[in-house]
Every structure is written in C-alpha cells, then in structure tokens.
C-alpha cells in the first residue's frame, strides 16, 4: 500500500466507529430505545448499499447505546460503524472530482481515451449512497494500465523505480551451482510513537509487532530487543512462520507525553539464483504435511473451479510441475499492475486471489495470491511471502511468491518487481524480457521477510477483535477501551529502517 492511502484510510475511518462484526440484534419496536431504532435503521442503509449513511446511523446508534448502558449493543453498533466505514474508505472521489482530476493530470490525451478508463471495471469505483465513488489510486492506476504514459513519467524523471536499481543484479551471469549467494547483513529498527493524550486513561492496549523470520534466504536473525521489555509477554521466535512480538500495555501507566515502542533486530539475507532441469523434478509426497498445507484453499489464496479452469487453460497439456509455474508466472506478469482496495475487499469478504481472477487487478501481494492460488490449483505448493522490500531509494511493504519443487526447495518469483522492466523508457525488449527471467526464479536480496504466508492466526488469538491481518507489515492492534480502531489508527505512528549493517 502507498503511503497515502494509508493516511487517507486513516483519517476516513477515524471520523467514524472502527472495527467489524456481523452478527444481528432483534429489530426494533415503537417502544424500543432508541439505540436499537437507530441501529435498525443503518441495517437498513447498509442492506441498500448506503455504507456512509450506515456508518453515520452506527455511530449514532454506537453513542446511544453507551448513553442507555447496553454494552454488548454498543459494541456491535461500534463494529458495524466500522464495516460501513471500511466499505468506502479507499473511494474518496465521486465522478465529478475524478473526471477532474484525470482532466488535470493528462491534458494531452484525447477526451475519447480519458472517458474510457472511467467505467468500474476500468476504473475500481463502487456504489454507495446513489452515487458512484473512485478508488483512490485511480491516477496511479492510469500510468500503469497506459505504459505510454508511464514511461512519459518516468522519462521526465529521468529514472525507472525497481527497474534501473535492481537491474544489473539481474543481468549478472551466474554458472555457479549454490543457490544462495552473495549475503547482506541487514539492522532493522522498527519504532511506534503514539502521542499520550490521544490514547484512553484506562484499559490495556495489545499489541502484535511484527518481526523477521528464518527461511532459506533469509538466516542468522537475531531479535536483539523489544522495548519496554516488561510488557512483552510473548515472541513466537524466529523459527515461526510469523515473526511477532505480543505485548499488553497498561495505559493507566503511560505517564511519558508519547508511548513508544520498538524493535531491534539483525539478519542475514542472500539472494536467490535457481538454475532448474524440468527432468529432474522428483515426485511430490502428498501425504506430507507441508504439501498439503500449501496446497489446501486459505482465506485469500482461494481454490474454486474457475481458479483451477483458468489455471489449465494457462498450462495446457503441460504437466511437468516447473514448466507449469513457469507458464503460470508468464500469465500473471502480462497483468498491468494495480493498486487494490484491500480494506474494501477484507471487509466485503472477497478473497485476493478470487478478485485478481475477476478483474485482472493486482498489486503485489493480490498478484503473489493469484500466482499462489493457480499452483495449489494444478497440486503445486505455493504460498505469498514477504514483509518489505527495501530496493534503496524506494523502501516499502512488498510481497512475492514462492512454490515448491521436489529436490530443489522453494523457489521464489516476484512479479511486481519484474513489471518494473515495461515502465522503462529506455530499456529493449531483450533487456526486459531478460529481467523478468530473472524473476521468475530468483530474488535479489534487497528483502525484510516477516511471514511465510498470507493469513496466519496470530499468536496469541486476537479473540473477536477485527482487523485487517491478512498481512502484518505494521503493529496490530486490540484496545478494550477505545473508542476507534487502534489498528488504523497508529498507522501513521509507525516507523521501519532497515540499513546493511
């Protein structure tokens, strides 16, 4: 995610009651409070697609339930305020301000072309409350769709991102037979800041801060402190497929003007070269725990009967399991990349995988998701890794696949990544057909990995709280006495550096 959606969600959902839950209360009377009028009155709204007036009604609903001293009813009402609010977060612009921004941003392109890219299934925009809103990065989404234009971009920057800092990694010829090589020692600081006085006087605030891993690339971790140590209750260690640190904070003892949190920790990441002989993939073992958890249908990497149509449709006659991905990996990459609404689609209970399907839309983890659901169609394990990628200049939240082959291990691709060779102006056909073979079964290691997958419970269970957790790249969070979603709302508290040490 870019860092203004981020803030944007932020500052949208925070004006409203955060959180989500679905479970239904009996429907009001003449003679009910009127808390549960008004509830019954944005189950309404919310039933007609009305997600603002919901979220408003909720919040109402929310307040009077407090005031009435109903507190399981004010806690549903604060959980559907938040499902309502989540539902258009990522869609601030109506037609009117898009149509202008979109005029604004491309005046030399002909009205006919910029007409075209506004209908929803070019776009991403949603119904609500009669009248059409426009994802937030439908701008962004224009260059990438349009590559005349985004190289247009990228030539007056007079640089392509990804594309011209990780090339010369990838043109490298490599005829050695390890396959992690060229070892980079990372010290990562991660600090959360959150100003006292936005925070409740009383109650406990849990936090899940996300740590790194051990995988094959990524080795010799060490944790080297969480702070204040005294209310860390828990680490999962390194050897867990989800790096976390769960503390529990007493907020009647924040008496500093900030409460802050942080992280220090070490790693050693290699990058990742595979040379593969298709005649020399072994079986797989399908009794093996790990081939059929990394083939099993998740919440997000989602196997249906159209995912698995699609995914032989790709392969055709093909059966070798390595060709298969390779031909999987070339599908997914002819996909311009997207920026998604991931709160809309957690909230809605759309899987990734199944959307990217649908629409073609994707950013780096929906593509990872789809790659990894296609695979695990086909009886390839595969899962979505990542945490961030710290490509120097351009340092963010990143996810990529892997999927395993008999006899050579996991084996990684990164399609965004690649994708950065078409928004180049000056690169030949060769050079990006040749960057993205690089790809499709190496990593360069310019990598944080945090989690093996998308989808891991937390440890410990988060109970009934909701959150977006699909992915852990930033702080999680539960406050029992809070009266907005702490979630969201230390996003923009949150701070990660990650230097070679």
């Known amino acids: ?102 005029n604004d941003t491309f005046p030399d392109v002909p009205a006919d072309r910029r007409a075209a890219w506004l209908p929803c299934e070019v776009s991403q925009c949603i ?23 985004m190289r247009k971009a990228t030539r007056a920057k007079g640089e392509t991102p990804f594309y011209d800092q990780m090339k010369s990694i990838a ?7 390890a396959n992690y090589i060229n070892p ?34 990524q080795r010799d971790v060490s944790i ?24 529990e904070i007493p907020l009647d003892e924040v008496k500093d003007d900030y409460l802050n949190v942080t992280a220090r920790f070490r790693y050693t990441q290699y990058e990742v070269r595979f040379t593969i002989d298709p005649a020399k993939i072994e079986n797989y073992d399908t009794s093996d725990p790990d081939y059929q958890k990394y083939t099993a249908s998740g ?45 809309m689609l957690s909230a809605s209970g759309r899987p990734e ?45 990143h996810f990529w696949s892997e999927y395993y082959l008999p006899g050579y291990g996991w084996i990684p691709n990164d399609v965004t990544i690649a994708e950065g060779a078409e928004w180049s102006y000056e690169a030949t056909d060769e050079d990006r057909h040749q960057y993205k073979a690089y790809y499709a079964s190496s990593l360069d290691p310019y990598r944080y990995i945090i989690q093996k997958d998308v989808d891991i419970p937390l440890t410990p269970d988060r109970g009934d709280a909701i959150m977006f957790d699909m992915v852990v790249q930033t702080p999680k969070a539960v406050c029992d006495t809070c009266d907005f979603d702490p979630e969201f709302f230390m996003l923009d508290n949150w701070e990660v550096s990650i230097n070679k040490a």
């Open 184 to 217: 980079v020692t990372w010290e990562g600081t991660e600090i959360l800041s959150i100003p006292a006085g936005l925070l409740p006087k009383t109650g406990t605030l849990r936090l899940w801060i996300p740590l790194p891993i051990e995988t094959p690339s």
């Open 171 to 177: 043109a490298r010829t490599y005829t050695g037979e």
């Open 353 to 397: 995988s199944v959307y990217m399907l649908e629409t073609g839309f994707g950013d780096c983890g929906t593509q990872s998701m789809y790659f990894a659901a296609l695979c695990r169609s086909l009886g390839i394990p595969a899962r979505a890794i990542g945490g961030y990628q710290l490509v120097p200049g351009y340092e963010g939240t």
């Open 127 to 149: 119904m609500s409350d009669g009248e059409e809103w426009f994802f937030i990065n439908t701008i962004n989404n224009i260059r990438s769709h349009n590559l005349d234009l």
């Open 224 to 247: 080297l402190s969480v702070e204040p140590a005294r209310y860390v209750k828990s680490q999962t260690g390194t050897s867990a497929d989800l790096g976390l640190a769960y503390l």
């Open 1 to 102: 995610m870019k860092r203004i959606l981020l803030i944007t969600i932020l500052f949208v959902l925070s004006s409203a009651i955060l959180a989500a839950g679905c479970t239904s209360p009996q429907p009001a009377t003449s003679s009910s409070p009127q808390g549960a009028i008004l509830f019954t009155q944005a189950e309404g709204e919310y039933a007609k697609d009305n997600y603002k007036a919901a979220a408003d009604l909720y919040t109402e609903a929310f307040q009077q339930f407090r005031a009435e001293g109903n507190t399981a009813a004010a806690k549903e009402s604060f959980k559907k305020a938040s499902l309502s609010a989540r539902m258009t977060a990522e869609f601030p612009y109506n037609r009117s301000v898009i149509i202008s921004m979109i």
């Open 299 to 343: 919440k997000n990497i989602v196997i249906t009967p159209e995912m698995k149509k699609r995914a032989l449709e790709i392969v055709g006659n093909e059966t070798n399991p390595y060709l298969q991905a390779e031909k999987l990996y070339w599908h997914v990459i002819s996909h311009p990349y997207s920026n998604v609404p991931h709160v």
